[in-house]
């Protein structure tokens, strides 16, 4: 039986859908691993550099566009269509893919995927003399997810990442941080030593990064040209035609996409657009939202294969691992209609000081905070506290390109958390959040606990609130409470309409 992309049965419950696995967990509470990122100055400061730097060429260039705004209607009603008629979608996606020559993988959960592409890569790569073989890789957030890395690295297979950002946290040994520049913690410095450390053919280099792209350049060229198996994501696949899409800025993915004779495509089934014609409204959305710029430098489209140009034994692989668990949550589901732009990510304040690590999953920020609990659901590990992860100021809503209302699956999924971990009460915080929940659940009950603000405004003196007593001193130790009014809004109401009752009388 398959779950992909089926929609929830009204007599089944959310809970009982497989989750997602694979590098889509948390494995300690946000707040715990976030305090050890804060002290980390230097890469606060090389994030703050590059998306401050990022925000602004966003800022200028969807200013140029009039429609823009009419661009995101589109881009989300689209999105919206997908996730209505997915199964449907996905079952004319495969009829054109597999008609185009293409041969089509379903996986449930990370460990089929990875099951999936390994005996691919066994069946089309040889074996070198060091008894291993080998596959390039172009930049994929799905193939990061699953941990196909490390998992072909247990079977004898050495991946090649060729996206720039992407070698950089390879050789460094590293994990990305940010979807879009995952090295996005290093600077120039960091990158020529790990190069210079890592790269046996670098020699000496500067830190300029025209030097450091050609010493990569130079690092990759070999594998391009003898490697037989490539391994790609995609950023759209079109249901009308079973094309599918990658959108970059370097042209290593266009090599990867090309050059070797087997490409094996690892999507996600939430990818799809239902008509090429769509790719108008999202091929202006993705790059002025993602990098800033206007068009995208390399922009491929392939369908099945072709006789005699490029690759001839074309697969993909589409994925669920939690997906269509997402897709049954009616309030969180419009999170699959993320296109990995990562502009919510460089307009969030937590992200900016925690960086990406700190969400433990492969997708970091704002999007991360609601996609990976829904995928594997909030009780697992640390995921139930990445909702709380934001400050809840709507930045990230405000720039995403298909409108995914982020803060309110925020709430949403701290609802979500405080039902399944914090029920019965377990901690002093759960007893005041508890209480807090009791007082304002009721008219009557909020309005005598409003009747002591007087009292309390006279005793605080007006001023603003620096520090509280007890378990309340965790919550002022980083933050200040208002100055108390000196009348409630209920007063305030009544007075005025008292006035206005007194205004109409005196005419």
Request: proline residues 5%; charged residues 25%.
């Amino acid at each position: 039986m398959t779950f992909l992309g089926m929609p929830l049965l009204p007599s089944k419950r959310r809970s009982d859908l497989p989750g997602g696995q694979g590098n889509v967990v948390e494995a300690e509470d946000f707040p715990t691993v976030a305090h050890e990122h804060l002290s980390n100055q230097q890469l606060r400061n090389n994030i703050g550099h590059a998306t401050s730097t990022i925000r602004s060429k966003r800022a200028e260039v969807v200013s140029e566009l009039d429609d823009w705004e009419g661009l995101r209607d589109a881009g989300e009603a689209t999105k919206n269509e997908v996730m209505a008629n997915l199964p449907e979608y996905l079952a004319q996606f495969e009829e054109a893919f597999t008609a185009a020559g293409g041969i089509i993988h379903w996986a449930r959960d990370a460990d089929e995927a990875n099951a999936i592409v390994t005996e691919l890569v066994e069946d089309n790569a040889p074996v070198l003399d060091n008894g291993r073989r080998e596959v390039i890789k172009v930049k994929s957030m799905a193939t990061q997810e699953i941990g196909l890395n490390e998992h072909l690295e247990t079977e004898g297979i050495d991946a090649f990442e060729t996206d720039l950002a992407e070698l950089i946290v390879q050789l460094g040994d590293d994990k990305p941080s940010h979807i879009l520049v995952p090295a996005i913690h290093r600077n120039r410095d960091e990158i020529r030593e790990i190069f210079m450390d890592k790269m046996p053919d670098a020699g000496e280099l500067t830190n300029e990064p025209a030097v450091l792209a050609e010493a990569a350049r130079r690092h990759l060229r070999h594998k391009f040209l003898t490697t037989k198996v490539a391994i790609s994501g995609a950023n759209f696949g079109i249901a009308e035609t079973g094309t599918l899409g990658v959108v970059e800025s370097e042209g290593n993915g266009r090599m990867c996409l090309t050059l070797p004779e087997t490409l094996i495509t690892v999507m996600g089934i939430e990818k799809l657009l239902p008509r090429f014609a769509d790719l108008e409204v999202f091929l202006q959305l993705l790059p002025r939202s993602s990098t800033g710029e206007r068009m995208n430098p390399y922009t491929s489209f392939w369908t099945g294969k072709s006789d005699g140009d490029g690759p001839q034994n074309v697969h993909l692989v589409l994925l669920d691992n939690g997906r269509t668990r997402a897709l049954a949550d009616e309030h969180g589901r419009t999170a699959l209609n993320c296109i990995r732009c990562s502009a919510c990510m460089n307009v969030c304040p937590v992200y900016e000081r925690t960086g990406g690590h700190a969400y433990g999953s492969t997708y970091p920020g704002p999007i991360g905070a609601i996609v990976s609990p829904l995928l594997t659901g909030v009780e697992e590990e640390g995921n139930g506290s990445l909702p709380y992860a934001s400050s809840l100021c709507g930045a990230c809503y405000d720039v995403c390109p298909v409108k995914i209302n982020i803060p309110e699956i925020l709430v949403h999924l701290r609802g979500e958390d405080v039902k399944a971990n914090h029920s019965p009460v377990s901690s002093q915080l759960d007893a005041a959040l508890t209480g807090a929940s009791w007082m304002m659940g009721d008219g009557k009950r909020m309005a005598a606990a409003e009747k002591g603000l007087p009292l309390a405004h006279k005793v605080t003196g007006g001023e603003q609130i620096d520090a509280l007593p007890g378990i309340a001193g965790a919550w002022t130790s980083s933050r200040d409470i208002p100055a108390l009014p000196e009348k409630s809004f209920r007063q305030l109401w009544a007075e005025e309409e008292a006035d206005k009752r007194d205004e109409e009388g005196q005419r």
